[in-house]
């Protein structure tokens, strides 16, 4: 079981360090950074690749049984998008898994994505003002893009363009941070 001071990361493969040794990714350098500001939380992560938000759906009553955390980091949506799923989908999913975390009283942190233009600038655009909308309507901290900070810069990503590579991983923390500690704190 674990403690009352679990931060649960819920992702995808960008939080499942994909295609990186598991101790080069952001949520191990989180479980790092933790320790070294004595903030004494254990990371949980039970982040999937390929995860899409149906997905985690189906998986989080468990997840929040099994690690119940204090604070939940929702990083879900991105192979949404990629797959060119409706939108409305994606939200709903979305707003399910806030509510189950809430229920469960856990604190959420919602990480937001945005998505290559490959299905219109619409389409990208509605993506990308979702997770503001939802943090807004549910008062939740946002981070508003994780890839903020490395999408554009080649030597940070790996080959695919999609994932973070090891020398962009702590970039990849430092976005998610100011949002996360105040949260820390409370």
Same mark, same amino acid.
């Given at each position: 079981?674990?403690?009352?001071?679990?931060? /649960?990361?819920? *992702?995808?493969? %960008?939080?499942?360090?994909? *295609?990186?040794?598991?101790? +080069? =990714?952001? !949520?191990?350098?989180?479980?790092? #950074? /933790?320790?070294?500001? =004595? $903030?004494?939380?254990?990371?949980?992560?039970?982040? !999937?690749? @390929?995860?899409?938000?149906? =997905? =985690?759906?189906?998986?989080?009553?468990?997840?929040?049984?099994?690690?119940?955390?204090?604070?939940?980091?929702?990083? %879900? *949506?991105?192979?949404?998008?990629?797959?060119?799923?409706?939108?409305?989908?994606? #939200?709903?999913?979305?707003?399910?898994?806030?509510? &189950?975390?809430?229920?469960?009283?856990? #604190? !959420?942190?919602?990480? *937001?994505?945005?998505?290559?233009?490959?299905? @219109?600038? #619409? $389409?990208?655009?509605?993506?990308?003002?979702?997770?503001?909308?939802?943090?807004?309507?549910?008062?939740?901290? &946002?981070?508003?893009?994780? &890839? +903020?900070? !490395?999408?554009?810069?080649?030597?940070?990503?790996?080959?695919? @363009?999609?994932?973070?590579?090891?020398? @962009?991983?702590?970039?990849?923390?430092?976005?998610?941070?100011?949002? &996360?500690?105040?949260? /820390?704190?409370?």
């Amino acid at each position: 079981m674990a403690s009352d001071r679990t931060i /649960l990361v819920f *992702g995808d493969s %960008l939080s499942a360090a994909y *295609g990186l040794r598991p101790e +080069q =990714g952001w !949520v191990a350098l989180l479980q790092k #950074r /933790l320790a070294s500001k =004595g $903030y004494g939380y254990e990371i949980v992560n039970a982040s !999937v690749s @390929g995860e899409t938000t149906s =997905g =985690g759906l189906q998986r989080l009553p468990r997840a929040l049984s099994l690690h119940p955390p204090e604070i939940l980091i929702l990083e %879900l *949506g991105a192979n949404d998008g990629l797959r060119g799923l409706p939108i409305a989908t994606t #939200r709903e999913n979305l707003e399910k898994m806030i509510a &189950l975390a809430k229920q469960s009283h856990a #604190r !959420v942190l919602l990480v *937001g994505m945005r998505i290559p233009p490959n299905y @219109g600038p #619409r $389409y990208t655009s509605d993506f990308a003002q979702m997770y503001p909308e939802i943090a807004s309507q549910e008062g939740l901290p &946002l981070v508003p893009f994780l &890839l +903020q900070s !490395v999408a554009l810069d080649p030597s940070r990503m790996q080959g695919d @363009g999609l994932h973070p590579n090891a020398g @962009g991983e702590p970039a990849v923390l430092d976005t998610l941070w100011p949002q &996360l500690e105040p949260m /820390l704190k409370q």
